[in-house]
T-cell receptor
Framework: DTGVSQDPRHKITKRGQNVTFRCDPISEHNRLYWYRQTLGQGPEFLTYFQNEAQLEKSRLLSDRFSAERPKGSFSTLEIQRTEQGDSAMYLC???????????FGDGTRLSIL | TQLLEQSPQFLSIQEGENLTVYCNSSSVFSSLQWYRQEPGEGPVLLVTVVTGGEVKKLKRLTFQFGDARKDSSLHITAAQPGDTGLYLCAVQGAQKLVFGQGTRLTINP
């Protein structure tokens, strides 16, 4: 059973560095979502793709953040010039259609030193 | 302000006890979902409730959707250490999920 896969699982970096995370969704799912979860909070929506098109972005997604899904399969989330406040768990989810359950990966935990 | 308010935020009880956690809002929803998240893992969907007043059971877990579809509760009977985790309620927006802040539950042996 190939669920949603995220890489790396953990990332520690210094403030000001750029980081990139990867998400491989369930293969037949055309919808892909990114969420951010800080300690003691529920996940917050960042952005959503249908196939390769990025259809919605949260105001949380500052201009330092960019997400891509070039071939409609895997997705990457890049954070440029990381700040302390970027420390969080970054979760990816995928679904087969609108309104269908979203299946989550185990996240990438980012720590900014 | 949070769209979904969960209470309590933290709960620590002994194995074998019963507990109820709540998810409240002033908005009406067409459906509501409950997830459990264990440390270092992503949320896993437990149940979706759709109809006002609906009760769904999943082994020792009982989920209820309020009659007005503004609130929901999760009741666990005879809690076990394996029930430990973060319990999240969520509603489906146009595409995205909107989560409450969660109830962190610890069951002590």
């Amino acid at each position: 059973d190939t669920g949603v896969s995220q890489d790396p699982r953990h990332k520690i970096t210094k403030r000001g560095q750029n980081v990139t995370f990867r998400c491989d969704p369930i293969s037949e799912h055309n919808r892909l979502y990114w969420y951010r979860q800080t300690l003691g909070q529920g996940p917050e929506f960042l952005t959503y793709f249908q196939n390769e098109a990025q259809l919605e972005k949260s105001r949380l997604l500052s201009d330092r953040f960019s997400a891509e899904r070039p071939k409609g399969s895997f997705s990457t989330l890049e954070i440029q010039r990381t700040e302390q406040g970027d420390s969080a768990m970054y979760l990816c989810a995928s679904s087969s259609a609108s309104g269908q359950p979203q299946h989550f990966g185990d996240g990438t935990r980012l720590s900014i030193l | 302000t949070q769209l979904l308010e969960q209470s309590p935020q933290f709960l620590s009880i002994q194995e074998g006890e019963n507990l109820t956690v709540y998810c409240n809002s002033s908005s009406v929803f067409s459906s509501l979902q409950w997830y459990r998240q264990e440390p270092g893992e992503g949320p896993v969907l437990l149940v979706t409730v759709v109809t006002g007043g609906e009760v769904k059971k999943l082994k020792r877990l009982t989920f209820q959707f309020g009659d007005a579809r503004k609130d929901s509760s999760l009741h666990i009977t005879a809690a076990q250490p394996g029930d430990t985790g973060l319990y999240l309620c969520a509603v489906q927006g146009a595409q995205k999920l909107v989560f409450g802040q969660g109830t962190r539950l610890t069951i002590n042996p």
